[in-house]
């Protein structure tokens, strides 16, 4: 069965340094997303992309966020100077274009971003 | 701003018990509504989800029912499993690809 994929699965970077957390979305899904869960809290929405732009993002997503899809496969998530309260668990999700099953968001496994 | 509300925080039943977790929302261009089980260390993954113009889904041992009127929705987990055991959250959308909102979660213990 076709899945969302996300590395590295762990990152510890020391805070105002820039991370990317890579995805790699299911192969024929056009809508992408990301999303982020601090520890024992809601998912919440960062930021979503089709057609190579930004859709939608939400006001977690500022000036220190970056989504890029730079290839046919691989869509990023680059945080450039990281804060503390950036650490969080961070998933992408996909979805197809097609309309079937409710245009269903599926979720990678995560990607767990510690700032120190 | 909180979209939607989902409550109890944690549940605890005992095999075969019927845990119900609840959660209530405020805008009504809300058209999809999913409920996500998530293990530790996993990611979100669909249960059941359903559209407001149905009051009622079941798959398997777990049925969403949806009050339009009441704006609320909720999911039982019939005879409920120790496999059960994980966090649920429920979510609402407005749009067929857009973003979902998520509630706070419930962490659901199932006993054996």
């Known amino acids: 069965e076709p899945e969302v994929t996300q590395t590295p699965s762990h990152q510890v970077t020391q805070m105002g340094q820039e991370v990317i957390l890579r995805c790699v979305p299911i192969s024929n899904h056009l809508y992408f997303y990301w999303y982020r869960q601090i520890l024992g809290q809601k998912v919440e929405f960062l930021v979503s992309?089709?057609?190579?732009?930004?859709?939608?993002k939400s006001e977690i997503f500022d000036d220190q966020f970056s989504v890029e899809r730079p290839d046919g496969s691989n869509f990023t998530l680059k945080i450039r100077s990281t804060k503390l309260e950036d650490s969080a668990m961070y998933f992408c999700a996909s979805s197809d274009q097609w309309g079937g099953n409710y245009n269903e968001q599926f979720f990678g496994p995560g990607t767990r971003l510690t700032v120190l | 701003q909180q979209q939607v509300k989902q409550s109890p925080q944690s549940l605890i039943v005992q095999k075969g018990g019927i845990p119900i977790i609840n959660c209530a929302y405020e805008n009504t261009a809300f058209d999809y509504f999913p409920w996500y089980q998530q293990f530790p260390g996993k990611g979100p993954a669909l249960l059941i989800a359903?559209?407001?113009?149905?009051s009622e889904k079941k798959e398997g041992r777990f049925t969403i029912s949806f009050n339009k009127s009441a704006k609320q929705f909720s999911l039982h987990i019939m005879d409920s499993q120790p496999g059960d055991s994980a966090t649920y959250f429920c979510?609402?959308?407005?749009?067929?690809?857009?973003?979902?909102?998520f509630g706070a979660g419930t962490q659901v213990v199932v006993t054996p």
């Open positions: 979510a609402a959308r407005t749009d067929s690809w857009g973003k979902l909102q």
């Open positions: 359903i559209r407001p113009d149905v």
């Open positions: 992309f089709y057609n190579n732009e930004i859709s939608e």
